[in-house]
């Protein structure tokens, strides 16, 4: 088996757990945000990765051209982008927030002040 | 082969900047480098012919996301706390995830096989028939707001639910008009070259992401890209010249009325469709020549798409401004 | 046209060179204000020649525009933002040598 | 304008959003928002007898046919959860114009609206679609709306509450795209009827089993699968009333339905059940979950808490009787989705009546309340009474049909668990009537009145739906034994 059909796969893979591990493991709660937002734009390079046909080239129509890259899991990732970006946008001000109300972004501190309560 | 050196080198990139995210306490240094990632993925994306995508993830990953992650910061804290736990509940549940992702890989479809399904069913169908049937030269263009449109109208509505989101977490303690007395600082300005360097640069800003809204029929570009290069023009007015004299360019009000505004120019189009009998989003309701008439659609369509863009994200980032303001004075 | 050729080849490969050398320097240099001029060869000449060489390579096309496009405004933004590094740096009172500040990042980190 | 139904359902809410930020008042925002809704909910009604008669409708998206372009496509599945949601959006809109009004500062109050309008656009997007990016993108529209409103309550724990909806939110999401991605990879297409043929004949390999777990993953994160579900009991606990009786009756209920669209249409039951051991799965987090849920509900001091550990064990119920397997257990599922969000709907509007008068929902507050808020107190006994499934009421029904499918598989010591869930219900609502009506009524609540008609009304409605839907249960039995024929593909 050739390792380059897979290479591109597995990059991504160690990527996305990378981005889930900063997730799951880690008690900043910007970093968590960093995480969830590398995690995303792994599944993009995936989508992408997937689209790509050897030897051809960018899905705009031009005269001499006939092997283009697939162009649906493109707009599929453009509408994604946006998403993740809103999905960031509205996390990083509840994080303002959460500071705001608590004085920390730290996830062990703040349900320390919970408990507290 | 030569090709496929640039996009292995650059995976290996990504990989060892995703590595060193991980160990860094220095939340700084980790925005800094999650733009590099950003940076290294958008170059990823030209080498695999996604011209398009990579322009987002340029102006979104490098630009937006970093601008907002930055100015959390300087709203919270740089430096995270070391913490002691060891985290093998997570390392077990991500090896396992990742150990059911390799399990996956290992009967796809080779990479940049042209045999491969994906590329057969719908795919093959845009790329034969998308400039048939609607004249555009790019065919990611023409799948996003014609074929696919009713999607980035759903996505229109995530970006304006996030605006209207931020708007309702990040209000004013004090009253506006209350803190109108005080003028908020602007420390960028007292810098000569910064404000005229900025000027000059803010009209051809501005220029350009016109540019990018009518070229994406031809060209990578479109509606999405010129918002954020249009906001970016505003953003950087704001940051050299303060949020005052941002605000008198425009308010609060006004963004408010720019992102509603997009939404509904994108809506009004399909249901001006809806009202000549046809189905919704179908632009041959528009004009006679089914191709003028899907140019036409599509021209709206990425309109309202950039408005409310732009909106939103000047939105987004001047109530982050007005949250460091309030906590200057406090 | 080999002429052309040739001299792009070497504005291309003097552009790398400067570049790698920028990257070294970022590396090894010291203090924030050294590392500043390592990364100011990269942005102006490591950037800048690798545009040239471009340029030398097309034809009096619309990238050949769009390529001076965007030397013009790398010259115009690069030493505005070299500028703006080093005086806030000045201004936050970031000392030259890089052993001197840890004490300021402790400050910062206790923040 | 019938053959435009499909769409005019999604978008009259979805454009009806961006519109309210044109309204100067709160209360007009409210009627605009009311007026929408009750528009959906009748859409909603047309289309199910519109597809109870003829069958299936079908709704290409800017006139190109599908898989080419978007398509809706509506079976008696989508009519029935659109209906739902529908329908609990105009009560719980019914409620707020108090409720809100009380809760939420008037300069938000705008804001609110226009997110529970995008919210419910956002649902009804989700349930209504034959495409399955196109619902991962309404999906993620009903869960960012859904973010700010929890995030709009007045305890700062609804931040956190929201921020970790948000980040699990947000991976179930991701999980749902990898799978779409994956699904994608394997058939180049992604619209689902084109998909259920396609993934048939696809060979099974290891992407297409991957591609299945990330779904399910994906999907049980959203609807709190017993212990995916530590993120659920605070979102619905410290966001403001309306939200939790909205959330409550139907996010989790979305999450289901597309369990049901990835297991039977995406997948085929043939795969699901039979080369892969979903059967055992969904039993045992199913049986853990009612077991551990109910009893840490046991424990809780908040009322909202409660009822929040009690949905987690109700979804729990659901994904049972979906892992029996049969006829019976599939129309289980169906009719516990219906009744479901009729008790929670109920049971979460009356402690908004609570809180309206209270300002609090502890259990150590409302003692003596009996007799000081007869009307309240007296829906949160029925609709605890369908909780628990006493007869009479639709919770009897679904238990019924859950018991009948644990006998035709002939697992009698799961009608037990069933049987036990149903006593430790009854212990969490003891502990509730005992409080209410049993304690001494302490000084502080001594002036509290009944509350108002305005929240009273919706409450009992949805409490007089409880004994309905128990009695007559035409509707309902009907609807869910056809959409079960329908997903099993059996012959009615």
Redo the contacts between chains.
């Keep these: 088996m050739n390792i380059l059909e897979s290479f591109n796969y597995w990059i991504v893979m160690a990527l996305m757990m990378c981005g889930l591990y900063i997730m799951i493991a880690q008690g900043n709660l910007i970093k968590k945000i960093v995480g969830l937002t590398i995690f995303q734009t792994s599944v993009f390079i995936f989508y992408i990765s997937m689209a790509k046909v050897t030897g051809a080239t960018a899905p705009i129509i031009k005269e001499g051209l006939e092997l283009y890259s697939n162009p649906l899991p493109h707009v599929l990732i453009l509408t994604a982008i946006v998403v993740g970006i809103s999905t960031t946008a509205l996390a990083l001000a509840l994080v303002i927030r959460i500071r705001q109300a608590y004085g920390t972004i730290e996830e062990d501190e703040i349900r320390a002040k919970d408990r507290l309560e | 082969m030569s090709l ?1 050196f640039i ?2 080198s650059i ?2 990139f ?2 060892v900047t ?2 060193a ?2 160990r860094m306490r220095d ?1 700084l240094a ?2 800094m480098l ?1 733009s590099i ?2 940076l290294l ?1 958008a170059c ?2 030209v080498v ?6 990579a322009f ?2 340029a102006a ?2 490098i630009g ?2 970093t601008l ?2 930055l ?3 300087a ?7 070391p ?1 002691r736990t060891e ?1 093998v509940l ?2 077990f ?3 396992t ?2 150990a ?15 045999s ?8 093959a ?3 034969e028939q ?2 048939l049937d609607t004249g555009i ?4 263009t023409s ?2 707001a ?10 229109l ?6 605006g ?8 004013l303690k004090t009253d506006t008009k209350v803190s109108r007395k005080t003028e908020i600082p602007a420390p ?1 300005a007292a ?1 000569h ?2 404000r005229i ?1 900025s000027k ?2 803010i009209p ?1 800003i501005l220029m350009f992401a016109l540019y990018v809204q009518f070229h994406g029929d ?3 570009g479109g509606g ?1 890209q010129a918002g954020v290069i249009f906001s970016s023009a505003i953003v950087l007015y704001t940051m050299v010249f303060g949020l005052d004299a941002a605000l008198k360019v425009i308010s609060f009000a006004w963004l ?2 720019f ?3 997009g ?2 120019v994108f ?1 009004a189009t ?2 001006l ?2 009202v000549s009998g ?7 309701a528009l004009a006679e020549d089914p191709i003028r008439a899907q140019h036409l659609g599509v021209l709206l369509v990425e309109v309202g798409v950039g408005i409310t ?1 732009a909106a939103v994200i000047i939105l ?1 980032f001047m ?2 401004t007005r ?1 460091m303001a309030e906590n200057g004075k406090a | 046209m080999d002429i052309l050729y040739l001299l792009s080849l070497l504005c291309l490969s003097l552009g790398c060179l400067c570049n790698l050398i920028a990257g070294i320097g970022i590396i090894r240099f010291p203090d924030f204000y050294s590392r500043m001029h390592a990364a100011g060869i990269s942005d102006v000449t490591g950037a800048g020649l690798i545009l040239i060489g471009l340029m030398l390579q097309s034809d009096w096309s619309t990238t050949l525009s769009k390529l001076i496009l965007i030397l013009l405004f790398t010259l115009l933004t690069s030493p505005t933002i070299s500028y703006t590094l080093a005086n806030t740096a000045v201004k936050a009172k970031y000392k030259a040598k890089a052993k001197d500040n840890s004490k300021w990042q402790k400050d910062m980190e206790a923040k | 304008m019938n053959s435009q139904l499909p769409i005019l359902l999604v978008i009259v809410p979805l454009l009806a959003a961006p519109l309210c930020l044109f309204i100067k008042k709160p209360t007009l925002v409210w009627l605009f928002a009311s007026i929408v809704s009750v528009l959906a909910l009748l859409f909603s009604l047309i289309i199910l007898s519109q597809v109870w008669e003829t069958g299936e409708l079908v709704y290409s998206l800017g006139g190109w046919q599908a898989p080419i372009g978007i398509e809706y496509r509506i079976d008696l599945l989508n009519a029935y959860l659109s209906v739902i949601v529908a329908a609990l959006a105009c009560i719980c809109l019914l409620a707020a114009y108090k409720s809100i009004g009380e809760e939420i500062k008037k300069g938000k109050q705008t804001l609110f609206y226009v997110t529970f309008l995008l919210c419910l656009a956002g649902m009804l997007g989700v349930v209504v679609t034959g495409d399955v990016f196109n619902l991962f993108v309404f999906m993620e529209i009903a869960a960012l709306s859904s973010y700010v409103l929890i995030a709009m309550g007045k305890n700062r724990k609804a931040l956190i509450a929201s921020l970790t909806y948000l980040l699990v939110g947000t991976l179930g999401a991701t999980f749902i795209l990898i799978g779409i991605g994956l699904v994608y990879m394997l058939t180049g297409s992604l619209n689902m009827q084109d998909l259920s043929v396609l993934l048939l004949s696809a060979p099974q390999s290891n992407t297409l089993f991957t591609a299945f777990t990330f779904f399910f993953v994906g999907t049980c994160l959203k609807l709190a699968l017993f212990p995916l579900h530590w993120w659920l009991p605070n979102a619905y606990t410290y966001a403001p009333s309306i939200v939790s009786v909205f959330l409550a009756a139907t996010a989790t209920k979305i999450a289901i339905y597309i369990l049901l669209r990835v297991i039977f249409s995406l997948f085929g039951s043939e795969f699901s059940y039979h080369t892969l051991p979903l059967q055992n799965i969904l039993m045992t987090l199913g049986l853990a979950g009612i077991l551990v849920c109910s009893v840490i509900a046991i424990f809780q001091q908040d009322l909202k808490q409660i009822f929040a550990y009690s949905s987690v064990a109700q979804v729990a119920y659901m994904m049972l009787a979906l892992g029996m397997n049969n006829i019976s257990g599939l129309m289980a599922t169906l009719l516990h989705l219906f009744n479901h969000a009729l008790m929670k709907g109920a049971l979460f509007l009356a402690l908004a009546c609570i809180m309206y008068r209270l300002k609090s929902v502890q259990l150590s507050d409302i003692a003596g309340l009996g007799w000081q808020m007869p009307w309240t107190m007296a829906a949160i006994v029925i609709a605890g009474f369908s909780l628990i499934g006493l007869p009479l009421t639709v919770g009897f029904i679904s238990k019924w049909y859950m018991l009948l499918a644990s006998f035709e598989n002939a697992w009698q010591p799961i009608a037990l668990v069933i049987l036990f869930g149903s006593l430790l219900a009854a212990v969490y609502i003891w502990r509730i009537v005992e409080k209410a009506y049993f304690s001494p009524l302490t000084t502080n609540n001594q002036h509290i009145k009944e509350a108002p008609l305005a929240l009273l009304v919706p409450t009992w409605l949805l409490v007089l739906a409880n004994l309905y839907f128990g009695i007559d249960t035409r509707f309902s039995l009907s609807i869910s034994l056809h959409t079960a024929q329908m997903l099993l593909g059996v012959a009615p």
Excluded: W
Excluded at chain 2, 146 to 155: A, K, P
């Design positions: 496929a996009h292995i995976l290996c990504l990989l995703v590595l995210i991980v939340l980790v925005v999650l990632y950003s993925s990823f994306f695999m012919d996604a011209v398009d995508v987002t993830e979104v990953g937006i996301s907002l992650l100015s959390t910061l709203l919270t804290k740089r430096f995270e706390r913490h985290p997570a390392l549940l991500v090896l995830t990742g059911l992702l390799v399990y996956g890989t290992l009967q796809m479809p080779p990479f940049g096989s042209a491969a399904p994906a590329h057969q069913h719908v795919a169908y845009y790329i998308s400039f030269a790019n065919m990611v799948v996003l014609s074929y696919r449109g009713y999607d980035t109208l759903g996505e509505m995530v970006i304006f639910t996030a209207i989101g931020v708007l309702a977490l990040l209000e960028m810098h070259i910064l360097v000059m640069l051809f031809f060209g990578p999405f408010r009325f992102a509603a505004l939404g509904l809506g399909g249901v469709a809806l046809k189905n919704f989003l179908d632009y041959h863009v987004v109530s982050f949250q």
